[in-house]
């Protein structure tokens, strides 16, 4: 059982847990993600299953798109809404034109400093791991880009006395998106946390098309899930195709070099696949014309 599930991971469950979930109900044991989403997070979550797990780092570094909630005039530790509160400032007087004008210095290609709650590993342990025994290190910013950024809503908390921001955000892989409303409500002088996030694309995988926890698992106690898989040619389908026959594709098989007439330029990912249309393997050209 090989293939690529668009699964809309709920809110509550780690990423970890929703794997788990996805073995026991499948029955295969070679189940990996493309990305984390943190608990409090839902939306799409790419699950490469058996064989797939393989094109996984190729799917790693698609562009991603978000739609999250800004709560300003209050900031956490961890920068989002289940972190402790270390500051609270009076919002009461930001305004919609007050959110527009400072959105301009996110987007494009910008800096930005990894929060201390996440999986970037420094000697050989994770800065979630630091942060849990109340040890903060120092971070070198990341560049990242942020290719779209748009107010969507703005709203009063009238409990909490603070505006919340209704966001939608299309930036590149490993940009965090509690990172950018901590930075956001900080230019705005008021400070601010992440108070809601749903992941709406990966790549080429769309919320509106993926599927729940419960459907697989239901269907998976009834019937076949293959239905739900996308192959791993489809999931490639960006990258131009190379058509071998079979000589080469023992070739291939063996993990050895082959020579192809083609126009695509140097450097470039392929996948390669047999004349009967499968599968087999990306490539990278080496040399074009040699």
Do not use: W
């Not at 990341?142 to 209704?166: A, H, K, Y």
């Not at 131009?240 to 140097?266: E, F, W, Y």
């Amino acid at each position: 059982m090989d293939g690529i599930l668009n699964l809309a991971k709920p809110k509550g469950p780690t990423s970890h847990d929703v794997i788990q979930r996805v073995r026991s109900a499948i029955g295969v044991k070679r189940v990996g993600h493309t990305g984390t989403l943190d608990p409090m997070a839902e939306g799409v979550l790419v699950v490469c299953i058996g064989k797939a797990a393989r094109i996984a780092e190729y799917l790693v570094g698609c562009e991603k798109e978000y739609e999250a909630d800004l709560v300003l005039g209050i900031s956490t530790a961890t920068q989002d809404a289940e972190g402790e509160i270390i500051s609270i400032a009076d919002a009461s007087y930001i305004t919609q034109e007050s959110v527009l004008s400072v959105l301009p210095k996110f987007t494009g290609s910008i800096l930005q400093v990894p929060p201390m709650v996440s999986a970037i590993k420094r000697d050989g342990k994770r800065l979630y791991e630091l942060a849990r025994n109340n040890i903060e290190v120092h971070r070198e910013p990341r560049e990242v880009t942020i290719s779209l950024l748009e107010m969507t809503s703005f709203n009063f908390d009238q409990d909490r006395g603070v505006p919340i921001v209704g966001l939608r955000i299309v930036c590149s892989s490993g940009t965090y998106i509690r990172t950018l409303c901590s930075d956001i409500g900080d230019a705005l002088g008021v400070g601010g946390h992440m108070g809601a996030l749903i992941r709406t694309r990966v790549g080429k995988f769309c919320i509106q098309d993926s599927i729940t926890l419960d459907e697989l698992e239901s269907t998976a106690l009834s019937g076949d899930v293959s239905h739900f898989f996308i192959s791993m040619k489809d999931a490639l389908s960006d990258l131009p195709c190379i058509v071998i026959d079979d000589k080469m594709t023992a070739k291939v098989a063996n993990g050895s070099l082959i020579v192809i007439r083609s126009d695509i330029a140097d450097g470039e990912l392929v996948r390669i696949c047999s004349e009967r249309g499968e599968f087999l393997a990306v490539g990278k050209i080496l040399a074009r014309g040699t």
